[in-house]
Structure formats: C-alpha cells, structure tokens
C-alpha cells in the first residue's frame, strides 16, 4: 500500500516535539538515515536549549514546558528526523520505511 501525503506528514509529525513520545519507547529509528538505536542513546535535542531559540540543540532543560517542546536528535546522522516505537509506527516494516 502506498501512503498518501497526509500519511507522510503524519508519519513525520511523530519527529517533532516528540520527548514523551521517545520517553516511552523502547526502541527509536530515524527517517533521514534510517539507523536503529534505544531511546537511551539520545542526547541531543533540538529546541531544547531552554533560551527561546527554537531549532537550538542541546541537553534537555530543567523547566518542563522547554522539554515537552524538545525534538530528538538521531546520534547516529544528527538529523532531528527520529521516531520511537511508541508511535504506533511499524518501525520495522521494510516498505513503510521504503515509502518514508
């Protein structure tokens, strides 16, 4: 099945201000370079910096709205395109990742 453009753009919408999201996974993998990785190897974000600079990358910060705004950032390409498995998304499925 070929996913359509809102299909895409949901799929991507996972990438974006996504620390809960990786915080309950168990597993994350990233759209640009499509490596594999645990949650626990992340740590950069991006937008976290805490200085009101959005796409500023960094540790997380302490004020907890900063961290729910926060992006993860794949260590393996620096690319803030991650997604974890509590997506929902089917991380391992060989033509989603095609489509993506």
Do not use: Y
């Amino acid at each position: 099945m070929k996913l359509t453009l809102e299909q895409t753009l949901e799929v991507r919408s996972h990438a974006r201000q996504n620390h809960a999201e990786i915080f309950r996974s168990n597993a994350c993998r990233c759209i640009n370079c499509s490596g594999r990785f645990a949650p626990e190897d992340i740590v950069d974000w991006v937008g976290s910096a805490g200085d009101g600079i959005p796409g500023r990358r960094g540790a997380l910060p302490k004020k907890r709205a900063d961290i729910a705004a926060a992006s993860a950032v794949c260590p393996l390409c620096g690319s803030w395109e991650v997604i974890g498995d509590a997506s929902g998304l089917p991380l391992n499925d060989a033509e989603f990742w095609k489509q993506i």
